[in-house]
C-alpha cells in the first residue's frame, strides 16, 4: 500500500543540544580504587557521589553544561580540558572500565533499595558497553558532518554562558586547547586510513566545505560577535576588562581557532582518497558488528538490527493502513491537512498552549522559568530550526529554547517541534526527571533512544493538542510516523544490510517519494551518521511498547498520567530496565 503524502528531507528538523559533544567520550572508570561494600569505607550513594565527581570534572564542557557552580559537589579548581584522544588514552580508560566495574559490583545488590538498585542496573549496563566498543576503536568517527566536533564544538563555544569573570577566564583558557585536540584528531583520521577505515572521498569533500565556511567570515565571525555580547552583558567587569577580554577572544579566534581548521582541512585533503568504502559500515571488516553496538547505543532497545527492521515495517504498515482509513472515509482530509496555518506563531503563546493542552495526560511540571530566543543571525545557517539547551542539573528550572530564525513558523510542524522541544519534550522531560530525584552520576551517561525517544513520542501527540480536527490531527501524526519510519529503515538497510544508493532509491519509491536528489541527499546522510535516525524512530517505538505493557499489566487501573509519570521518574535509560522498573514506580505513581 502507497501513502504518497511525506514531506521528504534529509535530517530531522530538531536536536536536543545535550552535554556530550562527542559520542566516544566514554566514562574513564576513574574511581577505579573505590572498593565495595566488603569491607568498604563507602556506601553506593558515596561510591555514585565520587564517580559523578571525577568523570564530570574530566572534560571542561561536560563540567560546565552540567553544573552552574560545581564548588557545593566537592569540585574546586578542577583542570581546564577537552580531554585526550589517543590509543594509550582510550586502553587506559578501558581498564578503569573494568575496575569500576568490579567495584561496583561488590555491592550486595539485593540490599540495596530500589532506586539504587536501578542506578546500579543503569551504571553496569553502560560500563559494560562501553567495554563492548573497545574492539572498535578505530570505527569511531570524530568528524561526521552533522555531529562532528567541527560542527559541534563552535555550538557549545557560541552556547558558553559566561555567569562571571571567572567563566570568561576558563573559556579563553579552554579556547587555545582546540588546537592540539585537532591535531589528535588528525592523528587519530590518519591511523584510521592506514588501518582501511578513512571516511569516502564524498563525506571528505563535505568537511572540507564545512572548514572553508567556518574560516570564510573571519573579520565577523559569529564566535567573536557572541562572545562580544556575552561579555557586554556581565555586570562584575569594568568597560576596560571587557575590551581586554574581547581582544583576547579575537586574537585566539584568529591565531588558534583559524588556523587549526585550517590544518584540519589540509590534512582532511592529504587523506581523501584513502577510503576504501563509499557505502554502508557493513562492507567493512566488522562493520555489522560495530553497526549493532552503535543501534543499541543510539537506541537502547535489545533488538537485533534485523529484528528492528521488521518491527519497524510493521509498525509502518500498521499505521499506513489506518491512514489510509482515514482518508477513504474523508477523501478530503489530506487537503485539509495541508492548508492548516497556525493562527498564532508566537513561539511563548505555542508553549503555554501546550503546558495546558497536555494537562489530562500529563503530571504537572513544577514552576519552570525559560526563555526563547533567537538564534544569533550570524548562526542561523549553522544550526537547526530550533533546539532546546539541556539545563544544569543544579539549576535545571531555568532552561533555554533557541528557533532559527529561518524556520516557517506558519506550519503543523512548528507547533510540534516546539512540543518536541518543550512541552512535553525535551525541556519537561529533563525538568521531571531531576525534580523526581534522579542521581547526579546519572546526568553523565547518554541514554539518547530515551531521550529523542521520548521526545518524539511526546510530539506524536502534539497534534492533538493544536487546533485540528481529531481526525486531521491523527492523519498528520501518522504520516510523520511514517515518514520517520522510513529513515529508520533505510538506515539499517544501508549499514546493516548492504544497500546502495540505488536500492535506496527504488525503496523511497515504492511510497511515493520519487525526488531522486533528495534521496541521494538521504542517502548521504546516513552514510556519515550511522544510527542517528534509530534513536528517534526506535526511541519512539520504545514508549509506544512500555505503554502497551503498562496498559496489559495494570488494566483498569491504567492512566497515562500514572505511566508518563512512572517512565519519568525512572528516566534515561535502556528500554529493557525501564519495563523491569515500571510496575514498582507505577505504582508509587498511583499510590
Not at 490 to 510: M, N, Q, V
Request: proline share 5%; with cysteine; net charge negative.
Amino acid at each position: 500500500m502507497k501513502f504518497c503524502h511525506f514531506t521528504a528531507g534529509k535530517r530531522l528538523r530538531s536536536i536536543s543540544l545535550c552535554i556530550f559533544f562527542l559520542l566516544s567520550i566514554p566514562l574513564t572508570g576513574c574511581s577505579s580504587s573505590v572498593p565495595g561494600t566488603s569491607g568498604a569505607s563507602l556506601s553506593f550513594e558515596s561510591f555514585c557521589d565520587r564517580l559523578f565527581r571525577e568523570e564530570v570534572s574530566s572534560n571542561t564542557i561536560n563540567l560546565h553544561f552540567t553544573l552552574s557552580d560545581p564548588k557545593p559537589y566537592g569540585i574546586e579548581n578542577p583542570p581546564v580540558t577537552l580531554g585526550e584522544i589517543s590509543l594509550t588514552t582510550a586502553d587506559e580508560n578501558n581498564a578503569g572500565i573494568e575496575n569500576t566495574l568490579a567495584a561496583l559490583k561488590k555491592y550486595d545488590y539485593e540490599a540495596l533499595p530500589t532506586n539504587d538498585r536501578l542506578t546500579y542496573d543503569i551504571l553496569s549496563d553502560y560500563l559494560e558497553h562501553q567495554l563492548s566498543g573497545s574492539p572498535y576503536y578505530y570505527y569511531e568517527e570524530y568528524l561526521s558532518p552533522a555531529s562532528g566536533v567541527q560542527a559541534q564544538l563552535p555550538v557549545l563555544y557560541e552556547e558558553y554562558q559566561f555567569q562571571d569573570e571567572a567563566d570568561v577566564k576558563d573559556y579563553l583558557e579552554l579556547l587555545p586547547l582546540t588546537k592540539p585536540y585537532f591535531e589528535e584528531i588528525i592523528a587519530f583520521e590518519q591511523e584510521k586510513a592506514s588501518a582501511g577505515l578513512f571516511m569516502s572521498d564524498s563525506i571528505c569533500n563535505t568537511l572540507l566545505e564545512q572548514c572553508a565556511s567556518f574560516t570564510a567570515d573571519k573579520n565577523q565571525h559569529y564566535l567573536i560577535e557572541t562572545f562580544n555580547h556575552k561579555v557586554d552583558a556581565l555586570t562584575d567587569i569594568d568597560v576596560s576588562a571587557k575590551e581586554a577580554y574581547k581582544t583576547e577572544n579575537r586574537n585566539i579566534i584568529n591565531e588558534v581557532i583559524f588556523p587549526a581548521y585550517d590544518e584540519l582541512s589540509a590534512a582532511l585533503s592529504k587523506l581523501k582518497g584513502s577510503g576504501k568504502n563509499d557505502k554502508g559500515l557493513c562492507y567493512f571488516d566488522k562493520g555489522k558488528d560495530y553497526y549493532t553496538y552503535l543501534v543499541y547505543y543510539n537506541t537502547g532497545s535489545p533488538s537485533t538490527p534485523k529484528e528492528l527492521l521488521n518491527k519497524i515495517e510493521q509498525q509502518r504498515l500498521e499505521d499506513l493502513q489506518t491512514a489510509a482509513g482515514l482518508i477513504q472515509a474523508n477523501p478530503n482530509l489530506w487537503e485539509q491537512c495541508e492548508a492548516f496555518s497556525l493562527s498564532d506563531t508566537d513561539a511563548v503563546s505555542i508553549l503555554n498552549t501546550l503546558q495546558q493542552e497536555m494537562q489530562g495526560q500529563f503530571p504537572a511540571p513544577p514552576e519552570t522559568e525559560y526563555s526563547v530566543n533567537y538564534i544569533e543571525e550570524c548562526m542561523e545557517d549553522y544550526l537547526a530550526p530550533a533546539y532546546y539547551i539541556t539545563a544544569p542539573i543544579d539549576n535545571y528550572r531555568k532552561n533555554s529554547i533557541y528557533i532559527n530564525a529561518n524556520t516557517d513558523d506558519t506550519t503543523i510542524h512548528y507547533f510540534t517541534t516546539l512540543a518536541h522541544e518543550g512541552f512535553p519534550g525535551h525541556l519537561y522531560q529533563t525538568v521531571m526527571s531531576y525534580e523526581m530525584g534522579l542521581p547526579e552520576v546519572r546526568s553523565i551517561l547518554n541514554y539518547p533512544g530515551y531521550v529523542e525517544g521520548w521526545a518524539t513520542y511526546v510530539e506524536m501527540l502534539s497534534y492533538q493538542y493544536a487546533s485540528l480536527p481529531k481526525e486531521a490531527a491523527q492523519l498528520m501524526a501518522l504520516n510523520q510516523s511514517s515518514l520517520l519510519s522510513l529513515y529508520a529503515t533505510t538506515d539499517i538497510g544501508i549499514h546493516y544490510e548492504g544497500w546502495a544508493l540505488s536500492d535506496t532509491i527504488k525503496f523511497w519509491r515504492d511510497y511515493g517519494i520519487t525526488d531522486t536528489a533528495t534521496i541521494s541527499e538521504i542517502y548521504q546522510y546516513i552514510i556519515s551518521e550511522p544510527a542517528n535516525y534509530l534513536k528517534y524512530y526506535v526511541g519512539y517505538l520504545g514508549f509506544l511498547d512500555l505503554q502497551k505493557f503498562a496498559k496489559e499489566n495494570f488494566g483498569a487501573d491504567y492512566n497515562d498520567i500514572d505511566f508518563h509519570k512512572a517512565v519519568l521518574a525512572i528516566g534515561p535509560a535502556p528500554f529493557a530496565i525501564v519495563e523491569k522498573y515500571l510496575p514498582v514506580f507505577y505504582q508509587q505513581s498511583s499510590d
